[in-house]
């Protein structure tokens, strides 16, 4: 058996308002799980035979968790001037018709994993694109580091160019046998992912919810009321919907492992529908920015018991940091004369998106049993932070300053099943 124990401060949440910190910790790992973690006064006599790595000036907490992000859009983040439509049509879907070649999925799956270890980010929902083989070379990529990883091919038969459509039958055939091959294979989970209303027909919608209702342990992921002109488009293609979220809803996709990306423009019936049937919405702050989406309203969805993630969404999104992620969550809720404040952000970031994932069995934070997946945040990565962090008298203006001056040159380590897999 192999047992290895980290010393440092060391946060994690067992409940969203029960963090738990140690200012001097030590957190053990055997084999690839957690084995227990608490104070070092307490626990240092059990470790004194073990491998012991002992770290100054850092905090260790829970892998992040990213609930919705697009690993072909990997070329197209940063890219010039455009709202949502007019981005998809003029950078995204140019870019995904390269994934038909295997070697240039490998290669963009390749650097998108390690992209995320660097951040921080140990699991994450993933966007493939129509072609079998980009969800394929995606979960290779994280078979070979061992990540939980979350992934699906995007069923898309209209309004976008020829070569990203499949068909009704194709997007079935090729989604389940998908399925078969990587659902629950090691660490790998399978989403389906028809990528939003305005690019499949009502019989792709209903074939998506068949395939949800043959494989009812996989998870459902698409985009929901991101922009105005987007729900516009949609209403205009099923007129006979009450709502954008109804289409969906129509086709059986909403349930308890269905996340909608964005909802940024929901009624209070789209709040409390989403909440009765368990399902989620991902809250996407940089991409919501970046693409002039408009300002998620956090209120209104804890208002109705909505439950709600946070995520990249690289490539809207402009940064694989959870870190700068939630930097532009807390703006966004300024913005809307609301407060999120850093445990609650943390919490969201953690255990808040393993529990939307149902995956807060396995992952999230440090019960004893759980899948070893941690990082190693460097308190002092910049002299800005460094000399902010020295100021800060409490946990929370810590976690503050984090979360607020922190990206990847704050990720010192990132630990997959309890291995190392990026040391900055």
Request: some cysteine; glycine content about 6%.
């Given at each position: 058996m192999?047992?290895?124990?980290?010393?440092?401060s060391?946060?994690?949440?067992?409940?969203?308002?029960?963090a738990?910190y140690?200012?001097?910790?030590?957190?053990?790992?055997?084999?690839d799980?957690i084995?227990?973690?608490?104070r070092?006064?307490?626990?240092?006599d059990?470790?004194?035979?073990?491998?012991?790595?002992?770290?100054?000036?850092?905090m260790?907490?829970?892998?992040?968790?990213?609930?919705?992000?697009?690993?072909?859009?990997?070329?197209v983040?940063?890219s010039?001037?455009?709202q949502?439509?007019?981005?998809?049509?003029?950078?995204?879907?140019?870019?995904e018709?390269q994934?038909e070649?295997p070697?240039?999925?490998?290669?963009?799956?390749?650097?998108?994993?390690?992209?995320?270890l660097?951040?921080?980010?140990t699991?994450a929902?993933?966007?493939?694109?129509k072609h079998?083989?980009?969800?394929?070379?995606?979960?290779?990529?994280?078979?070979?580091?061992?990540t939980?990883?979350i992934?699906?091919?995007?069923?898309?038969?209209?309004n976008?160019?020829?070569?990203?459509?499949?068909?009704?039958?194709?997007?079935?055939?090729?989604s389940?046998?998908?399925?078969?091959q990587?659902?629950?294979?090691?660490?790998?989970?399978?989403?389906?992912?028809?990528r939003?209303?305005?690019?499949?027909?009502?019989?792709?919608?209903?074939?998506?919810g068949?395939?949800?209702?043959?494989?009812?342990?996989?998870?459902?992921?698409?985009?929901?009321?991101?922009?105005k002109?987007?729900?516009?488009?949609?209403?205009?293609?099923?007129?006979?919907r009450?709502?954008?979220?109804?289409?969906?809803?129509?086709?059986g996709?909403?349930?308890?492992?269905?996340?909608?990306?964005?909802g940024?423009?929901l009624?209070?019936?789209?709040?409390?529908r989403?909440?009765?049937?368990?399902?989620?919405?991902?809250?996407?702050?940089?991409?919501?920015?970046?693409?002039?989406?408009?300002?998620?309203?956090?209120?209104a969805?804890?208002?109705?018991?909505?439950?709600?993630?946070?995520a990249?969404?690289?490539?809207?999104?402009?940064?694989?940091s959870?870190?700068?992620?939630?930097?532009?969550?807390?703006?966004?809720?300024?913005?809307?004369?609301e407060?999120?404040d850093?445990?609650?952000?943390?919490?969201?970031?953690?255990?808040?998106?393993?529990?939307?994932?149902?995956l807060?069995?396995?992952i999230g934070?440090?019960?004893?049993g759980?899948?070893?997946?941690?990082?190693?945040v460097?308190?002092?990565?910049?002299?800005?932070?460094?000399?902010k962090?020295?100021?800060?008298?409490?946990?929370?203006?810590?976690?503050?300053?984090?979360?607020?001056?922190?990206?990847?040159?704050?990720?010192?380590?990132?630990?997959v099943?309890g291995?190392?897999?990026?040391?900055?």
């Amino acid at each position: 058996m192999a047992i290895k124990a980290f010393r440092s401060s060391i946060l994690h949440f067992k409940t969203e308002g029960e963090a738990e910190y140690f200012d001097d910790g030590i957190l053990v790992v055997e084999n690839d799980q957690i084995k227990q973690v608490g104070r070092a006064e307490e626990l240092l006599d059990s470790v004194k035979d073990l491998d012991l790595t002992v770290y100054e000036n850092k905090m260790i907490m829970p892998g992040f968790i990213d609930t919705h992000i697009h690993y072909p859009q990997v070329d197209v983040i940063a890219s010039y001037g455009e709202q949502l439509l007019d981005w998809l049509n003029n950078y995204t879907f140019p870019t995904e018709i390269q994934f038909e070649d295997p070697a240039f999925a490998k290669d963009t799956a390749e650097f998108f994993i390690d992209e995320l270890l660097k951040n921080g980010t140990t699991t994450a929902l993933v966007f493939g694109t129509k072609h079998k083989q980009s969800v394929d070379a995606f979960f290779e990529a994280s078979s070979q580091r061992n990540t939980r990883m979350i992934c699906g091919k995007v069923m898309m038969n209209r309004n976008a160019p020829d070569d990203l459509l499949d068909d009704v039958q194709s997007s079935y055939d090729d989604s389940q046998a998908l399925i078969d091959q990587w659902h629950e294979n090691g660490r790998q989970l399978y989403a389906v992912t028809p990528r939003f209303a305005i690019t499949s027909t009502g019989e792709q919608l209903q074939k998506a919810g068949e395939l949800l209702k043959n494989n009812p342990s996989v998870y459902m992921q698409t985009h929901l009321s991101e922009n105005k002109d987007e729900i516009a488009f949609t209403m205009e293609l099923f007129p006979e919907r009450s709502s954008y979220l109804d289409v969906y809803d129509h086709y059986g996709l909403l349930g308890s492992r269905s996340v909608f990306a964005h909802g940024v423009h929901l009624e209070d019936a789209d709040f409390q529908r989403l909440a009765e049937t368990q399902s989620s919405i991902s809250f996407c702050p940089t991409s919501n920015l970046f693409l002039g989406s408009g300002l998620f309203n956090l209120a209104a969805a804890e208002r109705f018991n909505t439950s709600v993630s946070v995520a990249t969404d690289v490539g809207g999104g402009t940064s694989f940091s959870m870190l700068q992620t939630l930097n532009e969550a807390y703006k966004i809720c300024q913005l809307r004369n609301e407060k999120l404040d850093a445990k609650k952000a943390f919490y969201m970031a953690t255990l808040g998106n393993a529990k939307t994932l149902q995956l807060d069995d396995k992952i999230g934070n440090f019960e004893s049993g759980k899948e070893a997946d941690f990082v190693v945040v460097d308190l002092q990565s910049t002299a800005l932070m460094k000399r902010k962090q020295s100021k800060c008298k409490t946990l929370d203006e810590a976690l503050f300053s984090l979360m607020i001056l922190g990206d990847d040159r704050a990720i010192s380590e990132t630990y997959v099943a309890g291995e190392q897999v990026y040391k900055k």
